[in-house]
């Protein structure tokens, strides 16, 4: 099997997962930026971060991809939403439905990881959309807001790290 780990990180934890998986399986893992051609990759696995819905370097990758052949494709989307809740996974389907083309869609298969956040390490464009995001989300009335709504809230201005390694069980399965 030719395989390759390709992820696009902008804060660290899409890495995180990206080299864990590569620890764990002997696949390389390579930075989106860092990718050339994927002629011959049989099986390519993306690890992104979902950054106002979209998925940090996909684009830039699905077009290095043979456009005869399509290689087996595993994408996981790593973000502040708990993947548990039916509502964030659907969510976060719906907009890779506009992200994945639709011939890649049909095989592919999706994961989705939780990430994390630090206030303190966000661009200075990252911290502003935040800033606004929140302002606009504390305008709800508490008891409207949804658990993954509410510990943004919560959360805002500090730290926290939800990267769980073992989460990352069933795409391990999927590749061995």
Same mark, same amino acid.
């Given at each position: 099997m030719n395989a390759l780990i390709v992820y696009g990180s902008c804060y660290g934890t899409s890495q995180r997962y990206a080299q864990a998986l590569s620890q764990k399986t002997g696949i390389p893992a390579r930075p989106f930026r860092q990718v050339g051609s994927l002629d011959g990759v049989d099986t390519l696995v993306y690890i992104g971060g979902l950054y106002a819905g979209t998925v940090m370097g996909l684009k830039?990758?699905?077009?290095?991809? *043979? !456009?005869? &052949?399509?290689?087996?494709?595993?994408?996981?989307?790593?973000?502040?939403?708990?993947?548990?809740?039916?509502?964030?996974?659907?969510?976060?389907r719906a907009s890779l439905a506009k992200q994945v083309p639709e011939a890649l869609q049909k095989s592919a298969v999706y994961f989705?990881?939780?990430?994390?956040?630090?206030y303190k390490v966000l661009? *200075? !464009?990252? &911290?502003?959309m935040m800033a606004m995001f929140i302002?606009?989300?504390k305008k709800k009335p508490r008891e409207t807001m949804d658990p993954d709504t509410r510990t943004m809230v919560d959360t805002y201005g500090g730290a926290v790290d939800f990267v769980d390694l073992e989460s990352l069980a069933p795409l391990i399965a999927q590749l061995t």
């Amino acid at each position: 099997m030719n395989a390759l780990i390709v992820y696009g990180s902008c804060y660290g934890t899409s890495q995180r997962y990206a080299q864990a998986l590569s620890q764990k399986t002997g696949i390389p893992a390579r930075p989106f930026r860092q990718v050339g051609s994927l002629d011959g990759v049989d099986t390519l696995v993306y690890i992104g971060g979902l950054y106002a819905g979209t998925v940090m370097g996909l684009k830039q990758t699905l077009g290095k991809l *043979p !456009k005869e &052949k399509h290689p087996r494709f595993l994408l996981a989307t790593v973000g502040l939403g708990d993947p548990a809740r039916e509502e964030t996974v659907q969510t976060i389907r719906a907009s890779l439905a506009k992200q994945v083309p639709e011939a890649l869609q049909k095989s592919a298969v999706y994961f989705h990881l939780r990430g994390g956040i630090d206030y303190k390490v966000l661009r *200075p !464009k990252h &911290k502003l959309m935040m800033a606004m995001f929140i302002r606009f989300l504390k305008k709800k009335p508490r008891e409207t807001m949804d658990p993954d709504t509410r510990t943004m809230v919560d959360t805002y201005g500090g730290a926290v790290d939800f990267v769980d390694l073992e989460s990352l069980a069933p795409l391990i399965a999927q590749l061995t």
